[in-house]
């Protein structure tokens, strides 16, 4: 069947309404002037320099990646387990439990960020890197559970029984038969809960404390004060980010599986 | 044996969830019961105030906008993406991943510049002469609904991009020999096959934006609050932990609500179900 020329037409400008904010974004940061302006006039690359000359911008980036990697990190740590139980002992456990792995994403991130400062950060006077350490892998804790999940469905319990059978231990049955079997799962809720984590607002948001914070709160606190190219150019530093992590999906699980 | 395996497995994560979502997120709403002026006394003030039922409205408002237009343009590309050639489909996927993978603050952020005083826009109506003096168009209901339609798209379109190519091509070529229109087709085939994975972006839509913080407090300011700017504002500005519970809970119940009752219909209207 032919596809309606006008449709197509209609694909292209949505196209260019998805790409081009993003391109003017980078041509912005390469202003010469004092303010955000598209097209930019005259080209100059200091606001790249100033980014790291800004001392909150460098300790918020490193705070941010920290976040992104130990939040996931743990949240893979208790969550590959669970997701394994689940499937493994779908009959001996009950069913409600698989939703309490659902709840994260019912819960609006504002709320979860608002409600886990009241009782971490000054309930318990929690430092606040602890606090939003938790909030980070609470947050994606659930891509750990059902994305290593759906890859685990797909895995037929029978191969580990033989190895057991075969008289391999447990333990070292599910590090060398039944991880290689979800591995693509697994990378791939690596990368989704990754740039949830460095991209998350609404968490952080009220987890910072005196000196610590992370980089979208950062650029969100440095635009209340300034309105120079400095913001264009650490957006363009993070579009960076999203160009290496997305060549990883392309070269691990190629792009469209994030379609299904 | 096998029981208590599970539950040992299962333990640390249902423990996490227990103790870091469910205790204080319930924390949260259970102070907004505890309070001494009254049973429901903090709904009713919320209720009581003309602009927080405004922030309210305006919050439903910009949410159900956004996700009526984010479905519309997300259908019809992702209907032209399914059928696509294998090179162009790898293209346009990757038009609506790059943005999907940005973060909401740099994508927001991208409209400033867009609808700012030395913007695009400004520029191009200033060299063509239509106008003389910029034009303000941020801090308007229409800058934060341009730019969570710009947020929500590329996830419409991934979502339905994999519904639709779900869709068996017997049914679609079975429509079309027996002389259905390409529209018709469309219409009358593919859209209702279609529904439930529409239902369900659209869920996605409608809480996301309804839940939003980033956008509204980048492009509507104080003038255009959502409820996650008021939340964080009640929270952190004016200290009244009471009110900001108050809003997290009504946020909570409506989401929550919204999910369900989506869902369920989503399950009714599901043609290949019955």
């Known amino acids: 069947m032919r596809t309606n020329p006008l449709l197509i037409a209609f694909t292209a400008l949505v196209m260019v309404f998805l790409v081009a904010p993003l391109v003017i974004v980078i041509g912005s940061s390469l202003s010469d002037t004092s303010f955000l302006t598209f097209p930019p006039r005259g080209l100059t690359l200091k606001w790249f320099a100033n980014v790291f000359e800004v001392d909150a911008f460098r300790t918020t980036m490193l705070t941010s990646f920290e976040l992104g990697v130990f939040g996931t990190g743990l949240s893979l740590l208790v969550g590959i387990p669970a997701a394994y139980a689940l499937n493994r002992f779908r009959i001996e456990l009950p069913k409600w439990l698989s939703s309490v792995f659902v709840l994260p994403v019912l819960v609006p991130e504002i709320v979860l960020g608002f409600s886990l400062m009241k009782s971490l950060t000054i309930g318990l006077s929690m430092p606040y890197f602890t606090a939003m350490l938790i909030g980070h892998a609470i947050l994606v804790l659930p891509y750990a559970v059902r994305v290593v999940g759906a890859s685990l469905a797909a895995f037929d319990f029978s191969i580990e029984d033989a190895a057991i059978s075969l008289g391999s231990p447990p333990l070292k049955t599910f590090f060398t038969v039944v991880l290689p079997n979800i591995r693509s799962g697994v990378i791939a ?8 984590s460095i991209n998350d607002v609404s968490v952080s948001l009220f987890l910072t404390g005196p000196g610590i914070s992370t980089l979208p709160i950062q650029i969100l606190a440095y635009m209340d004060q300034f309105f120079d190219p400095t913001v264009a150019a ?7 980010v999203t160009v290496v992590v997305m060549a990883g999906v392309e070269a691990t699980l190629g792009l469209t599986f994030l379609t299904k | 044996m096998n029981r208590r395996l599970g539950w040992a497995l299962a333990a640390p994560a249902t423990i996490g969830v227990v103790l870091f979502l469910i205790s204080p997120v319930a924390a ?8 001494p002026k009254g049973f429901l006394a903090p709904y009713i003030a919320y209720f009581a105030s003309g602009f927080r039922r405004a922030v309210l409205v305006r919050t439903l408002e910009i949410a159900v906008i956004t996700t009526v237009i984010s479905v519309a343009i997300g259908f019809l590309a992702a209907y032209v993406i399914a059928q696509a050639p294998r090179r162009a489909k790898g293209l346009l996927i990757i038009c609506a991943v790059f943005p999907l993978l940005t973060g909401v603050v740099v994508r927001s952020f991208a409209w400033l510049i867009i609808l700012g005083k030395n913007g695009i826009f400004n520029s191009i109506l200033l060299a063509t002469g239509i106008i003389h003096q910029p034009l303000s168009m941020l801090y308007s209901e229409g800058a934060v609904i341009v730019a969570m339609v710009y947020l929500f798209v590329p996830l419409m379109i991934l979502t339905l991009v994999g519904v639709l190519e779900s869709i068996p091509d017997d049914l679609i070529q079975a429509s079309v020999s027996l002389g259905a229109k390409p529209a018709a087709t469309l219409f009358q085939v593919i859209l209702p096959l279609a529904t439930p994975g529409l239902i369900v972006g659209a869920v996605l839509v409608f809480t996301g934006s309804f839940t939003s913080y980033a956008t509204p407090q980048l492009l509507g300011g104080d003038s255009q609050m959502m409820m996650g700017t008021l939340l964080y504002q009640q929270a952190m500005v004016t200290f009244d932990w009471v009110s900001a519970s108050t809003i997290a809970a009504i946020m909570v119940v409506l989401t929550i609500g919204i ?8 399950r009714r209207l599901n043609p290949m179900a019955a």
Do not use: K
């Open chain 2, 259 to 266: 999910v369900f009752f989506m869902t369920r219909l989503a």
């Open chain 1, 234 to 240: 650490v957006s363009a530093l993070l579009m960076l």
């Open chain 1, 189 to 196: 809720a690596f990368i989704l809960a990754f740039i949830t």
């Open chain 2, 28 to 35: 949260t709403i259970a102070t907004t019961f505890a309070e």
